[in-house]
Every structure is written in structure tokens, then in C-alpha cells.
């Protein structure tokens, strides 16, 4: 069992950042892969960026590339979501996700995904 937990979420100002955590709490090693994904309203859930933590390369929205930057600090089983430049079209939930199986890629699928935080508020307005 995997628990996620998301902080950082807040509201800013066009053109300011902000750094999104997510902690993976587990009984046994950690996910395999671990990523974001957000939902603005009346939108689907869209994939933000992933990576395989043991070893594997990161990937991000092609969109969001340059802005958006995901990291981790596996010693905390911990992953970050490097936010710049938001726009309004970056408000909504943000939820990190994590996935228990050898296979995943860390990529956009979300059915490589078996466990999802409660998500966290971004709001970017001024």
C-alpha cells in the first residue's frame, strides 16, 4: 500500500512559481514510478510530468516543457513539481500519482498509475 500526500498547492500571480511536493508513504519499497497530473475545471485529467525512480528518464507534457519541472529525492520518497512562468491556464487540482508495477514508464498512461493523492489546489489569477 502506497498513501500519497500533496503539498505546496497556492494561489499566485501570473508569472510567478511555485513548487509542488508529493510524499510517498509505504510499507515496502517505493513506487516504482511516481508523477503529476492535473484537472482544470470542466477539463479532463491531463498528464503533467512523471518519472521512473529507479533510474529511468523523466518525462513532461510537451506543453509544459520548460516551465514545468519534475525531480525526486528518493532518500524521502519524494517528488517535486517545479512550477514557472504560471499562466491561468495552469489553475486546477494537481495530483501526484504512483505506480506499483515493474512496467510502468513513468509516461502519460494513466493506468500505469495505481495510486492517486487527494490533489492540491493551483490557482494562478490576478
Known amino acids: 500500500q502506497v498513501q500519497l500526500r500533496e503539498f505546496g498547492g497556492d494561489s499566485v500571480q501570473p508569472g510567478g512559481s511555485l513548487r509542488l511536493s508529493c510524499v510517498a508513504s509505504?510499507?515496502?519499497?517505493?513506487?516504482?514510478?511516481m508523477g503529476w497530473f492535473r484537472q482544470a475545471p470542466q477539463h479532463a485529467r491531463e498528464f503533467v510530468a512523471g518519472?521512473?525512480?529507479?533510474?529511468?528518464?523523466?518525462s513532461h507534457a510537451d506543453s509544459l516543457k520548460g516551465r514545468f519541472t519534475i525531480s525526486q529525492d528518493n532518500a524521502e520518497n519524494t517528488i517535486y513539481l517545479q512550477m514557472t512562468n504560471l499562466k491561468p491556464e495552469d489553475t486546477g487540482v494537481y495530483y501526484c500519482?504512483?505506480?506499483?508495477?515493474?512496467?510502468?514508464?513513468?509516461?502519460?498512461?494513466?493506468?500505469?498509475?495505481?495510486?492517486w493523492g487527494q490533489g492540491t489546489q493551483v490557482t494562478v489569477s490576478s
Open positions: 500519482a504512483a505506480s506499483s508495477f515493474t512496467y510502468c514508464s513513468g509516461g502519460h498512461w494513466e493506468y500505469e498509475y495505481d495510486y
Open positions: 509505504t510499507t515496502t519499497i517505493r513506487p516504482y514510478c
Open positions: 518519472t521512473h525512480t529507479y533510474g529511468g528518464p523523466t
